[in-house]
T-cell receptor
Framework: GNSVTQMEGPVTLSEEAFLTINCTYT??????LFWYVQYPGEGLQLLLKATKADDKGSNKGFEATYRKETTSFHLEKGSVQVSDSAVYFC?????????????FGTGTRLTVIP | DSGVTQTPKHLITATGQRVTLRCSPR?????VYWYQQSLDQGLQFLIQYYNGEERAKGNILERFSAQQFPDLHSELNLSSLELGDSALYFC????????????FGSGTQLSVL
């Protein structure tokens, strides 16, 4: 089946610390991979995506590389800010099914303290 | 603001009742998706509609149904409600192109008492 496994949170970091949130996937085809972020009281927003192996998605200082050999899409940021506090979801989409629905991981809550 | 509107924001009801959640997609988006977010199950895909037709089905219970109307707004109907149906229900929309970005509404918080 198709699924996404994320590292469990919560994660608490000090401002300017390095962030890694691990994500691995299982898919029957060739998925596109995404990171979505959910700020308190809001819906999910797309943070970055990668559509094929070795692609690197990046946005707002966050980046993730699509690694087919390890079926991973780990999220990293070199220096986190308090405003990065949110829940982060890794997701995959199988385009060849004709549908665009996303399979999400369970989410990882990040809290950044000053 | 994502441009996706969900109403109501909060809904409190009793077991056995039926409720309807409404979603208006972003202008121009043809696809609507429904997701359920609960503490124990995480974010689960329920169903997708594209231009009025059902496109994909996920973990949607038989007690739940959805439809997309000609003006592209969508409704999610939940019946014979149980305590375990308490969750945050998200609607998302997209143009519908493969790999396209989904835009999420801020959700409807359903509490079944």
């Amino acid at each position: 089946g198709n699924s996404v496994t994320q590292m469990e949170g919560p994660v608490t970091l000090s401002e300017e610390a390095f962030l890694t949130i691990n994500c691995t996937y299982t898919a029957t085809g060739y998925p596109s991979l995404f990171w979505y972020v959910q700020y308190p009281g809001e819906g999910l927003q797309l943070l970055l995506k990668a559509t094929k192996a070795d692609d690197k998605g990046s946005n707002k200082g966050f980046e993730a590389t699509y690694r087919k050999e390890t079926t991973s899409f780990h999220l990293e940021k070199g220096s986190v800010q308090v405003s990065d506090s949110a829940v982060y979801f890794c997701a995959l989409s199988l385009l060849q099914t004709g549908a665009n629905n996303l399979f999400f991981g369970t989410g990882t809550r990040l809290t950044v303290i000053p | 603001d994502s441009g996706v509107t969900q109403t109501p924001k909060h809904l409190i009801t009793a077991t056995g009742q039926r409720v309807t959640l409404r979603c208006s997609p972003r202008s121009g988006d043809l696809s609507v998706y429904w997701y359920q977010q609960s503490l124990d199950q995480g974010l689960q895909f329920l169903i997708q509609y594209y231009n009025g037709e059902e496109r994909a089905k996920g973990n949607i219970l038989e007690r739940f149904s959805a439809q997309q109307f000609p003006d592209l707004h969508s409704e999610l109907n939940l019946s014979s409600l149980e305590l375990g149906d308490s969750a945050l229900y998200f609607c998302a929309s997209s143009v519908g192109d493969p790999g396209g970005k989904l835009f999420f509404g801020s959700g409807t918080q359903l509490s079944v008492l």
